[in-house]
């Protein structure tokens, strides 16, 4: 992927070390590590979308304050560009990681991954393709020749999108994707720097609430629906020498996805803080699908999809990525 041979460049541009970081964290002092290794402590890069919503819960709810840990949470904007600070042991798990992007890391040997939690599956109208109100644009197929927003090229968005648009009779090699980050997008989009653009919610509400912005794809529909696009990502040097402490993030995101599965009132509470969003957004947005258990099976369709569009030189072993506490 274009994006990952240059990821190593961005290195210098993340603050991901400092008093940044303590301004969002656990405070040390709370809590047992309970024999946890590197006293419990985590450092975590998020983003500000739906899909790290357990991260937010698990923090207010002192899921993992329960587990003995001490997490801290540092913002990003793209999961890819902490890829070289999870590397450098300056975070230990990225949230909210999109699959393609760590899978071809992977596949590409600049990163030993481990996948700790499935994070989101796509909903119907949770990551759509919209256009302003007054767009010539009215359907998929005049996507073509057009420049399209999105978070970062060749990507789960990418891949998904250009499933559904073949379903749809669109040619997607003729699609130009431009990279924006999400919380720029509709600022370019008003602008005129791309023509339509990939949108994520919480975004995509707010542009949609705001500006009037039409949809003219749902990129939750067939091909992909359900399909998993983010997790929480770690690394297999990190939890071969902290299996404990991997263990007890595991436990607390896991209760923590049940929390947001079961009452989006609690998904409501925690976007505004971390997402950006005005509080009046949040019961509107479309949320995805908070998986509450780590599956094999639904990981492999984001693998057999990559395969089809030839993203990956080789099959991983999907449980070999996924990690498994011991007993």
């Known amino acids: 992927m274009r994006s990952l041979r240059r990821l190593t460049a961005v290195a210098a541009g993340i603050a991901l070390a400092g008093s940044s970081l303590a301004a969002c964290g656990g405070d040390d002092s709370s809590g047992s590590s309970k ?7 985590i450092t975590v ?14 923090q207010s709810k002192k ?24 590397k450098a042991g300056q975070v230990d798990v990225i949230a909210g990681a999109n699959y393609v992007s760590f899978l071809s890391a992977n596949d590409q040997g600049a990163l030993h991954l481990k996948i700790l939690n499935e994070g989101a599956t796509l909903t119907s109208n949770m990551m759509n393709v919209i256009v302003k109100a007054n767009s010539p644009i009215k359907e998929p197929k005049d996507l073509e020749g057009k420049k399209v927003a999105v978070n970062i090229p060749n990507n789960i968005q990418s891949l998904t999108l250009d499933a559904i648009l073949r379903a749809k009779n669109v040619d997607p090699t003729k699609v ?20 339509a653009a990939h949108m994520v919610e919480p975004f995509l509400s707010d542009a949609q609430k705001k500006n009037g912005d039409r949809v003219v794809v749902d990129g939750g529909s067939e ?18 020498k902290n299996p404990k402490t991997a263990a007890a993030f595991q ?39 908070y998986p509450t258990s780590n599956n094999e099976t639904r990981l492999q369709r984001v693998v057999d999809l990559m395969t089809a569009a030839k993203l990956l030189k080789s099959k991983p072993d999907i449980k070999s990525l996924l990690f498994t506490a011991q007993s």
Not at 35 to 41: F, I
């Open 251 to 289: 436990r607390a995101i896991l209760k923590a996805q049940a929390i947001a599965a079961g009452d989006r009132k609690q998904v409501e509470q925690v976007l505004p803080g971390y997402a950006r969003i005005p509080a009046q957004v949040a019961p509107v947005i479309t949320l995805p699908g």
């Open 35 to 41: 024999g946890l290794e590197h006293g419990g402590k």
């Open 45 to 58: 890069a998020s983003l500000p979308l739906v899909d790290g919503a357990a991260l937010y819960i698990a």
């Open 223 to 240: 091909p992909v629906k359900d399909m998993p696009i983010s997790g929480y990502v770690s690394t297999q040097e990190f939890v071969s």
């Open 63 to 86: 899921l993992f304050e329960a587990e003995g840990l001490k997490v801290t949470i540092q913002p990003v904007q793209q999961s890819t560009a902490a890829l070289p600070a999870l």
């Open 176 to 195: 130009k994707y431009v990279k924006v980050p999400f919380p720029q997008m509709s600022q370019a989009l008003d602008k005129g720097d791309v023509d």
